[in-house]
T-cell receptor, first 116, second 116 residues
Framework: AQSVAQPEDQVNVAEGNPLTVKCTYSVSGNPYLFWYVQYPNRGLQFLLK??????LVKGSYGFEAEFNKSQTSFHLKKPSALVSDSALYFC??????????????FGKGTKLSVIP | GAVVSQHPSWVICKSGTSVKIECRSLDFQATTMFWYRQFPKQSLMLMAT?????????EQGVEKDKFLINHASLTLSTLTVTSAHPEDSSFYIC????????????FGQGTRLTVV
């Protein structure tokens, strides 16, 4: 079984400061890792993904994430937070385990609040 | 990124009636679509996996007779909540993946269902 842990329910950061939203995962086989953002009463928007290759992945809106296999982590980062980054962030994992098996497992989400 | 359109965005219905929610992939063909339910301040709960041309695969605890899923074409999946009750009130989100092992899922904007 695969699982995702987002240990922080909420992260508060001052505008202009760097932000980190934490994620650890558990999966059999090679992980495919994703970050999504959700604004109130909206669906999820894709931010970035790690499939293979460079451990540092760059995504939309200046976000990046670092894949760390030994720590089974995939933390989301941004060098300088904006108030508009305030939203709910979900980490997700998928293991390719054969044809037709592409189920995503989500973490419980982390609410990011950027304080002006 | 690819576009997934979900309709309606919100719906209010009377207890005992049925409600249909549509999920369309606008610029790609999706052999697999997913339906999620999200409770307030919680993560996404996978309800079922919808495969074009075949029966949906439901997660444990999800009533297949209550939540009818039809995936009639490569660009359209529908979720029908039958004989809705107030406890079915929730935020329902669909997602679709383009073909390929390494592709990410794209999400609809969600449907807020309120049963009165």
């Amino acid at each position: 079984a695969q699982s995702v842990a987002q240990p922080e329910d909420q992260v508060n950061v001052a505008e202009g400061n760097p932000l980190t939203v934490k994620c650890t995962y558990s999966v059999s086989g090679n992980p495919y890792l994703f970050w999504y953002v959700q604004y109130p009463n909206r669906g999820l928007q894709f931010l970035l993904k790690y499939i293979t290759g460079d451990n540092l992945v760059k995504g939309s809106y200046g976000f990046e994430a670092e894949f760390n296999k030994s720590q089974t982590s995939f933390h989301l980062k941004k060098p300088s937070a904006l108030v508009s980054d305030s939203a709910l962030y979900f980490c997700a994992v998928r293991a390719y385990s054969g044809a037709g098996s592409y189920q995503l497992t989500f973490g419980k989400g982390t609410k990011l609040s950027v304080i002006p | 990124g690819a576009v997934v359109s979900q309709h309606p965005s919100w719906v209010i219905c009377k207890s005992g009636t049925s409600v249909k929610i549509e999920c369309r992939s606008l610029d790609f063909q999706a052999t697999t679509m997913f339906w999620y339910r999200q409770f307030p301040k919680q993560s996404l709960m996978l309800m079922a996996t919808s495969n074009e041309g075949s029966k949906a695969t439901y997660e444990q605890g999800v009533e297949k007779d209550k939540f009818l899923i039809n995936h009639a074409s490569l660009t359209l999946s529908t979720l029908t909540v039958t004989s809705a009750h107030p406890e079915d009130s929730s935020f329902y989100i669909c997602s679709a993946r383009a073909p390929g092992v390494r592709t990410e899922a794209f999400f609809g904007q969600g449907t807020r269902l309120t049963v009165v």
